[in-house]
């Protein structure tokens, strides 16, 4: 255990089911969830896959209009790497990089600790 009162609880990917759970079962413990990159209903749950053709179209759209404006970071492990920084930095105004070494691709439950500095770092 981590030895706290309460958390704001981050699940990506195959770590959102169990963010999830987290906060069904111990509701005193989670006072934040964020979930992303997953799905709960395993029926739809390669829905994504499928959708990456329009995905592509419609972020061709946007970015064909304008720059990304936010100040973003992207963080890349193995096997994505510095892929997504790449993409990012040709469209956006302000794109900061971060690979996380000795990381595979479920970042927060490889390197929550270098997640948690990267992050901390980046949001005011």
Do not use: W
Not at 34 to 49: D, N, T
Not at 94 to 113: F, M, N
Request: proline letters at 7%; aromatic letters at 4%; one cysteine or more.
């Amino acid at each position: 255990m981590l030895n706290v009162e309460s958390a704001a609880v981050v699940g990506i990917d195959a770590g959102t089911p169990p963010a999830f759970l987290l906060a069904m079962r111990r509701p005193d413990l989670v006072r934040r969830l964020v979930l992303m990159e997953a799905v709960l209903s395993l029926r739809c749950a390669f829905e994504h896959y499928r959708a990456m053709p329009t995905t592509a179209r419609q972020i061709e759209a946007a970015t064909a209009e304008r720059r990304l404006s936010v100040p973003a970071l992207a963080i890349g492990a193995h096997p994505v790497g510095s892929a997504l920084y790449q993409q990012l930095r040709q469209v956006g105004q302000d794109v900061t990089g971060l690979d996380i070494a000795e990381c595979g691709h479920i970042i927060p439950l490889d390197r929550p600790e270098a997640l948690l500095a990267a992050l901390s770092d980046f949001l005011p």
